[in-house]
């Protein structure tokens, strides 16, 4: 089940919203929010439900085991590791060694995020940050809370653990939570769909303008998708009484990709500087080991998003740029004015996206060379103008939504028109919903870009 | 008393061994889906009518599948159908090749619906044929499927199974 | 202060909305289900049957997506939302329809090569073997004759091309009747419904002039007709697909003066009719099925004037308001359609001693047919 789903939005989430409130204890409540939790995974392929309770039990036993051996502490930590890798790499990786044909389109939903989850509760144990969570239950809810489990965000088990056992469950939460997930739908439905179609309707054009085009939907719909969806996720997690901390931040304003990557899925990012960077020596080390570290932990990125040469490609090409910021790039922008490695950034990051969605790095370099002029037919030609005119809208609001002005404007309405931009915003935000809705209704089913990782 | 401290201090690993063993179990079914047949349609017809005896059915055309078994001929690769000459009796071939793996759904249910039809029309006054339907068979098998009403289903289906 | 703010409007926007989701979600549940949707006209899916099997696979809950999409309370106005937003900001096509000013046009379809090689075979072979005067008119789409409705920078697939490449491969023995040219001239007139994917009375009239000339049925013009509105709200399928707002359509009914009492036998049915309109397909949610009430497989006319011509109509839904016209001329009119035809052609042929054989399609179907070829060998 997806969070963008009528069946979410209109069955499940009121349900187990009235369920959970209706429950009384919070031991009670984490009792419910689990068997929801599980049904919720359950949903799509109930075989993968398996999959999951195995990977809890492991988990759980191991976290117990690791802080209580003291002989063989090295070979369980190790083992205890190694079987959530192999899960995954089994799921994901096996066709890039494996030379016969494998059905892999059974991925268990959300394999790389509770899979790291639980990898990060082992680290966190293993530097004794945390005690073993004793409790299967709240261990249980801790790996696969159906807030977070399907895309993320990767929430640390340091950040859970206290709000597992007690958390507020305040009016202004579960509102704060609603509206946060009312605006991930919008971003999901109103932005990253229909750029979805933009990045369709260009896919076999011939011309400079078109390519760029091309790009720059891709650049959109991934964000809006991918932001949007932890904002749902985020908002629902709260309404249950969670605080996660947030997944992007508005990352297309980035000057330099050290920061885009601390602005663009952000957990995923920590996720590799503490359980990969950090424990290989991070920079504290002498350069020959940084770059190779940061390295490794870019490669690792990359490989992370598929099972694909172009992902790999992806992470090493930004790896590369954040190695020359580091040595020697950032001390020559910051003498430019600030625009400048703005839009330095932004043009990297473009041009690594267009090897995050090509089928190849062949393609890739074909669609990077029409940008720049070579092997178009045109510089713009009918079908471009026919896509560029019909969503000319959706690409200036679309641009307008990535930078933080619109929060600025809104923090400014209520300034100045206090209680009418109360009363607006409210308005705005339940005709969206309902535009959103009607959207849904309407259009055949559109899955998560996200949720094949 | 020093084999219960034992089995305590191993119940970790025995029980991850166990799961590692279920685990390779669960993985062992997920991954042993049927492969696809490489064989070709006319070795797989051969395979699987070898030795029936068709002389009471006829091999019908296009327009029949069409109207019969409610199926664009067209949307596959190949496609056969065997019809009983006798219109009061329910036998039916059907042998397939899919395009895509993904046709296989919309088959399957249009052979269930055939059958229920066919149910509905002999129900009542033709025991005997109400049997074959009861009895038939439908099975996909990747890129090949099969739909069988006939005496000799077990018979037929089984070469159907071993001629992929 | 401004933090109170935003928390006060959250507290009103959830509320909102979680009594939104809470309304529906029993309004949902109460509500029986539809079968169908009168204005998608289609069939909606129902409350999945239950199976394991289903279960285990996921189809069931695929099935259960579905179905709370399709019985969502208020599809119908939440589908015309939709299409007001794309409208509003510029959007110009909708799955394979254009929105254009004031009018939906399809955009023109690509050619099954093989199975076009196919039926232009068929339909060569059948003429040539029987000899008698044959005729193929194949019917431009709106996309080509009113491509100046299109919006800006359409680009859509060459239709005159395959036009001109089908009649090239037609047999000197079939007539090639090419209506281009005479819609072409009128193309500024009401030729093709604004929310179907129809030509109106009014193209069919102009084509038939054209059709009279080759197969020698004589001269008519406007005034041998009397006209009747039959609707002025048809909403077609093309509006049926996008969920347009606004945009329909008069349909009109060409009766011809010098027309005399004929019996209208749907074999397929087995129904007769003393009249080719329909009443009831007038009223059903296709108004365009005033026309024959629809497509089957075989309907024959048999009219009491004195011609001793008979006529073997293979065609498709474009054909339906052709018959109209072509009533005067013939004792006996034998209609097939092939989608819908699953007996013998040559027995109908020489049951009804035809003496002319008009195919009639419209370009988008016939490049994507499949059943011509089957018919006809």
New interface residues.
């Given amino acids: ?1 997806i969070f963008n ?3 979410f ?3 499940f ?3 187990s ?2 369920l959970y409130y209706l429950t009384p204890s919070l031991y009670l409540k984490n009792i419910v929010l689990l068997i929801i939790s599980l049904l919720f995974y359950a ?5 993968t439900l398996i999959l999951l309770i195995l990977s809890i039990l492991w988990n759980y036993l191991s976290g117990i085991q690791i802080s209580k051996e003291t002989k063989h502490r090295k070979l369980v930590i190790i083992t205890s590791i190694v079987f959530n890798v192999v899960i995954l790499f089994i799921y994901k990786y096996i066709d890039m060694i494996v030379p016969f044909e494998v059905d892999t389109s059974h991925v268990p939903m959300g394999l790389s995020f509770f899979t790291f989850s639980a990898i990060s509760y082992l680290g966190d144990i293993i530097t004794e940050k945390v005690e073993p969570q004793k409790d299967i239950v709240l261990f249980s809810l801790y790996i696969c809370f159906f807030g977070k489990i399907s895309s993320g965000p990767i929430v640390t088990y340091a950040k859970m653990q206290p709000q597992l056992e007690l958390r507020a469950l305040n ?2 939460k ?6 946060l997930f ?1 605006k991930g739908l919008v971003k999901k439905i109103i932005f990253a769909d229909q750029f979805a179609l933009v990045f369709q309707g260009l896919s076999s054009n011939n011309s400079v303008l078109g390519a760029w085009l091309y790009t720059i939907s891709y650049a959109l719909q991934l964000y809006f998708d991918f932001s949007g969806y932890s904002d749902m996720a985020i908002g629902v997690s709260k309404m249950f009484g969670f605080d996660f901390d947030i997944n992007f931040d508005h990352p297309y304003m980035s000057k330099t990709i050290q920061e885009f990557f601390r602005r663009w899925h952000i957990s995923l990012g920590n996720w590799f500087k503490n359980y990969v960077y950090i424990p290989l020596g991070g920079s504290r080390v002498n350069n020959v080991l940084y770059v190779r570290n940061i390295l490794i932990v870019w490669f690792l990125t990359g490989i992370w998003h598929g099972a694909d040469i172009t992902y790999i490609f992806w992470g090493l090409y930004l790896g590369i740029f954040v190695l020359m910021e580091k040595f020697f790039l950032k001390k020559g922008l910051a003498k430019l004015p600030r625009f400048i490695s703005h839009i330095y950034t932004l043009l990297i990051v473009l041009i690594g996206w267009v090897f995050f969605f090509s089928p190849s790095i062949q393609s890739a370099f074909d669609t990077l060379l029409k940008m720049f002029g070579f092997g178009a037919a045109s510089f713009a030609d ?2 471009f ?2 896509v560029f ?6 690409i200036i609001f679309g641009i307008f939504f990535a930078t933080p002005i619109y929060d600025k404007l ?2 400014v309405s ?2 100045l028109l ?1 209680n009418k ?2 009363i607006i ?2 308005i705005v ?2 005709v969206f ?3 959103c ?7 055949t ?1 559109q899955s998560f870009l996200y949720s094949a990782f | 008393m020093s084999k219960n401290l034992n089995i305590k201090k191993h119940i970790f690993s025995i029980l991850k061994g166990l799961i590692i063993v279920l685990m390779c179990i669960f993985l062992y079914f997920t991954f042993s889906k049927p492969q696809a047949s490489s064989k070709d349609f006319t070795t797989v017809q051969n395979g699987m009518l070898n030795n029936i005896d068709l002389s009471t059915m006829e091999l019908k ?4 599948i ?2 019969f078994l409610n199926l ?3 949307m596959f690769e190949n496609i056969i159908y065997y019809k009983s000459q006798d219109a009061l009796n329910a036998d039916e071939i059907v042998l397939v090749q899919f395009k895509s793996i993904d046709d296989a ?1 919309i088959f399957e249910e249009k052979m269930e619906a055939r059958i229920d039809e066919q149910r509905n029309i002999f129900s009542g006054y033709a025991p005997e044929q109400e049997d074959k339907l009861k009895n038939s068979i439908i099975d996909v098998q990747m890129n090949y499927a099969c739909m069988v009403v006939s005496q000799d289903v077990k018979t037929i289906h089984d070469q159907f199974l071993r001629s992929l | ?2 933090q109170k ?14 009594g ?3 309304v ?2 029993v309004i ?1 549940i109460l509500i029986p289900d539809q079968k169908n949707s009168q204005a998608e006209n289609r069939s909606l899916q129902t409350f999945p049957d239950f199976s394991f099997d289903d ?2 696979s ?2 069931f ?2 099935d ?2 579905n179905y ?2 399709d019985q ?1 309370v208020g ?1 119908d106005s ?2 015309h ?2 299409y007001l ?1 794309n409208k509003m ?5 909708i799955d394979d329809v254009y929105l254009g000013d004031g009018t939906l046009i399809q955009e023109n379809s690509t050619v099954n090569e093989e ?1 076009m090689n196919r039926n232009l075979n068929a339909i060569n072979n059948f003429c040539i073997n029987h000899q008698v005067r044959s005729g193929f008119l194949l019917v431009p789409n709106a996309a080509n004759i009113q491509s100046n409705s299109l ?5 859509t697939a060459d239709q005159d091309a395959q036009m001109d490449q089908i009649f090239s491969m037609l047999d000197t023995s079939v007539m090639t009747i090419d209506v281009r040219d005479t819609l072409d001239k009128h193309k500024d007139e009401y030729l093709y419904y604004h929310s179907d994917h129809h030509w109106t009375s009014l193209a069919t009239f102009y084509a038939f002039q054209e059709l009279a000339s080759s197969f020698e049925l004589g001269k008519v013009k406007k005034s041998d007709y009397t006209i009747y509105r039959v609707s002025d709200n048809f909403k077609g399928t093309l509006a049926k697909k996008v ?1 347009s707002v606004g945009i329909q359509d008069d349909i009109e009914i060409y009766v011809s003066e010098n027309l005399d009492d004929y019996v209208v036998m749907d074999e397929s049915n087995g129904t007769r009719s003393c009249s080719i309109y329909n009443s009831e397909g007038l009223e059903s949610s296709n108004a365009y099925d005033v026309f024959l009430g629809g497509n089957t497989g075989l309907v024959q006319i048999e009219s009491l004037n004195d011609s001793d011509r008979h006529l073997l109509l293979i065609k498709d839904s474009y054909a339906n308001s052709m018959v109209q016209f072509l009533l005067p001329y013939y004792r006996t009119i034998t209609i097939v359609d092939p989608r819908y ?2 007996e013998d052609i040559e027995r109908i042929f020489n049951l009804n001693l035809i003496t002319d054989v008009l195919f009639l399609y419209n370009t988008n179907t016939f490049v994507q047919d ?2 011509i070829a ?2 006809l060998e």
């Fill in positions: 089940m789903s009528l069946i939005i209109f069955f989430l009121p349900i919203l009235i949903w799509n392929d109930p075989a009016r202004t579960f509102y704060t939570g609603m509206v009312i009918s079908d103008l026919f005119t019909s969503y000319l809208v959706l809104q923090i209520y300034n206090k931009g109360i915003t409210s935000y339940v919903f309902v535009i809705i009607s959207l849904m209704v309407g259009s089913y | 055309d296009n327009i029949s069409k109207r664009e001929p067209e759904k | 202060m401004k703010r935003s928390e006060i409007a959250a507290h009103y926007i959830a509320r909102i909305v979680f939104l989701m809470c529906v979600l949902n279960l285990l996921g189809q809950s695929r259960l997506n709370i999409s969502f599809r939440l589908i939302i939709r937003l900001t510029g959007v110009k096509k199975q919006p800006a920078y359409s680009n969920g035809f699953y499949t059943s089957d018919v």
